[in-house]
T-cell receptor
């Protein structure tokens, strides 16, 4: 398996623009997680899905953030409108049941 | 709320020395504990996973112990090498399938 795939790897955008991050989990995994990593706060869970259904979105910072999982092999995290404080590395991870999580390479987002 | 602390934040050791990295967590009701490695600008690579019922896990030069009752885990890396230079992250799975991370131990192994 190719592992968790994320795109794009780097994204630079201007404040106010819409940003869409994409993730393809490992085939057969039933959990998908979105994390954000910053120097100040470390790694934080934003939202996770089980069998394509959002289970816990309490980590989503505000209404500008939304996530979807239309099928078992694809998820998106959208920020609209983006702000400079959203600059971070966003990771997607997947797991089978509640066990070991496998992380993607991340998307480095810079909002100017 | 589960809080995970890793001390020290950064350390340097000469090549060949054993590395000892510490992790503590506030709520002992965990499902498992995972140690990850992160290289600069890269994603996370899982090193070891210890289930809550286990006391330790070993993989090659790596050994991780878990004392759930005291909320502590230790990662040992034997005979460190320059290639071990990276940030090591500890994470606990707890509550409603949430993974809480420490901020990491940044390790430099000096040749």
């Amino acid at each position: 398996d190719a592992g968790v795939i994320q795109s794009p790897r780097h994204e630079v955008t201007e404040m106010g623009q819409e940003v869409t991050l994409r993730c393809k989990p490992i085939s057969g995994h039933d959990y998908l997680f979105w994390y954000r990593q910053t120097m100040m706060r470390g790694l934080e869970l934003l939202i996770y899905f089980n069998n394509n259904v959002p289970i816990d979105d309490s980590g989503m910072p505000e209404d500008r953030f939304s996530a979807k999982m239309p099928n078992a092999s694809f998820s998106t995290l959208k920020i609209q409108p983006s702000e400079p404080r959203d600059s971070a590395v966003y990771f997607c991870a997947s797991s089978l049941l509640i066990y070991e999580q496998y992380f993607g390479p991340g998307t480095r987002l810079t909002v100017t | 709320k589960q809080e995970v602390t890793q001390i020290p934040a950064a350390l340097s050791v000469p090549e060949g020395e054993n590395l000892v990295l510490n992790c503590s967590f506030t709520d002992s009701a965990i499902y498992n504990l995972q140690w990850f490695r992160q290289d600069p600008g890269k994603g996370l690579t899982s090193l070891l996973l210890i289930q809550s019922s286990q006391r330790e896990q070993t993989s090659g030069r790596l050994n991780a112990s878990l004392d759930k009752s005291s909320g502590r885990s230790t990662l040992y890396i034997a005979a460190s090498q320059p290639g071990d230079s990276a940030t090591y992250l500890c994470a606990v799975l707890y509550g409603n399938n949430r993974l809480a991370f420490g901020k990491g131990n940044q390790v430099v192994v000096i040749p």
